[in-house]
């Protein structure tokens, strides 16, 4: 994992060189999300408002890049690097979590560090029909199981989504043991762990300017639960 972090360090110093020339359909994304509670794979991450910045870069169906949240009071932070790649409908894609605030962040050795890595891989049928499935696995880091800390617990989360006109809507489902349970319980078994409708529409504040916004219901019947959620994107 130092080689792997090192070489991550030498392509960001790459990227951020001034000799560095991006191909003509490279992007860069700056984005950034106000959500009124943070809440994830149907279990709550941060209960206050949560800003959430999004920095990438992308070209020919490669992104690289990194997802933060972090409440207005500072008592929760987290900082995720990933990246991925698409080609059609297939999208490919390893995610590196990290929200354990007081935690040194450059510790990568299994058995000791904070960061959890996870394996992606997604299906879209198409734009004409958006049904879509994902498959996350945790594979390296902190996702141990809790009665044998040196085992990796492999903890996996399926979802199944459709986007139509203004909605959007997933079922989520931990297959097997995992950290998806009440508060990141490790809850054993087979469970459906999120149940989300979301509209999205734009804000019309001025004849040339526009805010995305959206809300969205979010059901966790695991753990009995339930949210609304508002959002707002600049």
């Known amino acids: 994992m130092k080689k792997g972090l090192k070489s991550l360090i030498v392509a960001a110093a790459v990227l951020s060189s001034s000799c560095f020339v991006a191909p003509a359909t490279a992007q860069v994304k700056v984005t950034a999300d106000v959500v009124s509670t943070y809440i994830w794979r149907g279990v709550v991450g941060s209960s206050g408002a949560n800003f959430q910045p999004t920095l990438a870069y992308a070209a020919k169906g490669f992104e690289i890049g990194a997802w933060g949240s972090m409440d207005f009071i500072g008592s929760y932070k987290e900082v995720d690097l990933y990246a ?67 085992k990796q617990n492999y903890s996996t989360y399926i979802e199944l989504g459709y986007t139509w006109s203004m909605f959007t809507a997933a079922i989520g489902v931990m297959p097997a043991d995992g950290m998806y349970g009440d508060g990141y319980g490790g809850y054993e078994g087979v469970a459906v762990c999120n149940m989300s409708l979301f509209a999205a529409k734009s804000l019309k504040i001025t004849e040339d300017f526009s805010l995305p916004i959206k809300a969205g219901i979010i059901a966790n019947p695991q753990a009995e639960d339930i949210h609304m959620v508002f959002g707002i994107t600049f």
């Open 84 to 150: 991925t790649y698409t080609l059609g409908g297939l999208k490919l894609g390893v995610t590196d979590y990290f929200w354990t605030p007081g935690i040194k962040y450059f510790t990568y050795k299994n058995d000791v560090t904070s960061h959890m890595l996870e394996g992606t891989i997604g299906y879209t049928i198409s734009q004409d029909f958006p049904l879509s499935i994902a498959v996350n696995t945790m594979f390296y880091g902190a996702d141990k199981k809790p009665d044998d800390t040196e």
